[in-house]
């Protein structure tokens, strides 16, 4: 998966890939809401997504994985840090190729507009008529 090796931080993780993701919501690690505290000052990291699976036989499938940050836990008001749509082409921005299996990589930083928000998750929002994906994330150290 991929040319490059990213270290993986058991406490970074924000999907298990346990259960496929049928609907809108946070994705789970241990069949709970996963979220992070990164910490107070700016961080640049690296959104690893492997997917392991993905529906997109209706073409009418479209899956937009984003990176919700916060200044709090209780993520009162969200701001995308990073954001990956995958899916069938005809539902793609831009019309993209069809989405496969594998891993998907996503630079991002905490610190947007003069705000850094050091509480991530990971928040999916699904679309079709048989919309199913299975992955795994986690957040990995830019270097």
Known sequence: MGQR???QDKELILADGA???TADGVSQVSAAAASKQLGPGRFEGVLIIDVSAIDIVGNDELYHICLQGASTSAFSAVEILAELSLGATETRPG???DSVI???EVPFT???HDTVYDWVRLHIDVAGATASIT???WIAERY
């Open 102 to 104: 594998g891993r998907y």
């Open 5 to 7: 090796v990213y270290n």
């Open 19 to 21: 259960a496929a993701q």
């Open 110 to 112: 905490t610190e947007q």
């Open 95 to 97: 019309g993209a190729i």
């Open 135 to 137: 992955y795994k994330a």
